[in-house]
């Protein structure tokens, strides 16, 4: 499926961004901001996903090209998913082989790994861009064991915290990674959404990475001063059934507002006062960028560990437990207790987003492009 093909023009590099599927999350806002970046920079830019084109949330940028391999297809049996795997990697290598790329970026774990597989033997080189930890993000059987065996095969595999890194060294070798965080974006001038009381805001998808029930079992374990406060969150995902029942159960479902998913979500983080991420494993999360951009004081586990290079515990804002709803409850006590000390955390955080400035970032990306693209394969 091609997407505005009279708009290309064979100029600079050609790239191939892989990523299962343009949906709301943080690795598919990366892709879609780096390609507006190569193709505005002159590339040939495809897009290449497993999704349709009608279940996109980002729209991709006028002038790439956009391939659908129509791929998200699940069988139930082992043998359907090795003979599904086995057809999605061969429609992938042709894919790639039609983009006449000369660099290949691969978003998250699963299309990492078919694209190293898909590309063996082109004259392509390969980008693993890592989007979280792997030592906290197991795969399941045999994804787990291709990761440490094909990540080394790559040209380059970068990460977006230092953590990830670390685990990554075990198996792949140190002149192949980089360090490449997430830039922060300049957040539009949209205002605030109304909203009743003091606001909690969480983003991200409802799923068990999230934690999004230890942030619902924090709530439930508030002190009776803080019934007034309530939590703002974005997102959807399977879980959002369970969830709710949860809040039901916990008694705290009246103060938990469920806004799906918002094209833009500043609004809603300039609602709140606090943002909180319990998710128990991440890279470098967008949102907390985000939030951090218009001055929010910030709550995340000690599992986000990109992160961290900007939430400083008890300088930049609170780190707690991963998986420890007690521990929570005490760091959304304390700071929605003080709000001096919230300003004070935000102003701090806030200086910290100098070093992920997008100029940075993407000037980065561009030398690693240029430099993986000139060389001979």
């Not at 974005?234 to 009246?254: F, I, M, S, W, Y």
């Not at 609602?271 to 319990?278: K, P, S, Y």
């Amino acid at each position: 499926m091609l997407r505005n093909p009279a708009a290309l023009h064979d100029c600079g590099q050609g790239i191939a961004l892989v990523i299962s599927d343009l949906d709301s999350g943080g690795a598919q806002r990366v892709a879609i901001a780096l390609t507006e970046h190569w193709v505005g920079r002159g590339n040939t830019v495809t897009l290449i996903t497993q999704s349709r084109e009608e279940d996109d949330f980002y729209s991709p940028p006028s002038g790439c090209r956009r391939i659908s391999t129509n791929g998200k297809g699940v069988s139930q049996t082992t043998l359907g998913r090795l003979f599904t795997n086995f057809q999605r990697i061969a429609v992938l290598r042709k894919v790639i082989k039609q983009s006449n790329a000369d660099v290949v970026a691969a978003f998250v774990s699963q299309s990492i790994i078919m694209s190293l597989i898909a590309c063996i033997g082109l004259p392509v080189k390969v980008i693993a861009c890592e989007r979280n930890d792997p030592a906290r993000q197991p795969l399941r059987k045999p994804w787990g064991f291709l990761r440490r065996i094909l990540y080394r095969q790559a040209d380059l595999v970068t990460a977006n915290s230092r953590s990830a890194l670390d685990t990554l060294s075990g198996y792949v070798p140190l002149d192949k990674l980089q360090f490449l965080p997430n830039s922060v974006p300049s957040p539009p001038d949209t205002g605030a959404v109304d909203m009743p009381g003091p606001m909690f805001v969480a983003v991200g998808r409802l799923n068990h990475q999230k934690g999004y029930d230890v942030l619902i079992n924090a709530l439930a374990q508030l002190p009776t001063d803080l019934d007034d406060w309530n939590l703002l969150i974005l997102g959807v995902g399977a879980l959002e059934h369970d969830l709710k029942e949860l809040a039901e159960t916990r008694g705290v479902a009246p103060r938990i507002h469920w806004v799906g998913v918002q094209a833009d979500p500043y609004p809603y983080y300039r609602a709140g006062e606090i943002f909180v991420l319990a998710s128990r494993y991440e890279g470098m999360p967008n949102v907390v960028l985000e939030a951090t951009s218009v001055g929010l004081a910030t709550i995340v586990t000690d599992a986000c560990a990109g992160a961290l290079d900007i939430v400083k515990d008890q300088t930049s804002g609170l780190v707690v437990p991963a998986e420890d709803p007690a521990a929570l409850a005490d760091a959304m006590t304390l700071l929605a207790r003080q709000p001096e000390l919230r300003a004070r955390f935000a102003r701090a955080a806030t200086a910290e987003l100098e070093k992920f400035q997008p100029d940075k970032i993407l000037a980065l990306w561009d030398s690693i492009i240029n430099s993986l693209g000139s060389r001979t394969p």
